[in-house]
């Protein structure tokens, strides 16, 4: 897949919970968006056309901000492709 500009495509993770005798309800559960970066673009150019590259890379484990994803499978993998500046920081 060819991710056009500033575009990452991410495979959600889920986070492993800690081992406690106590269970919380579903909606006390974190609520953190974490994956792995599958794909990425080139980047973004600038006004005066100068290429700025990715932040991200191949393989970087992320977190990040779910509110403006586009979901869709590709090879039977469920992917989420957002922009760059959806990624809040790199774990």
Do not use: C
């Not at 890379?57 to 989420?80: A, H, M, P, Y």
């Amino acid at each position: 897949m060819k991710l056009l500009y500033n575009r990452v495509a991410i495979k959600e993770l889920q986070r492993e919970q800690p081992k406690s005798s106590i269970a919380l309800p579903e909606s006390m559960q974190p609520k953190e968006n974490y994956g792995e970066v599958i794909y990425i673009g080139i980047g973004m150019y600038s006004q005066t056309g100068e290429l700025i590259p990715m932040q991200v890379k191949v393989g970087d484990r992320v977190l990040f901000d779910k509110s403006q994803v586009v979901e869709t499978s590709i090879n039977g993998e469920r992917l989420l492709i957002m922009s760059e500046a959806s990624v809040i920081g790199i774990l």
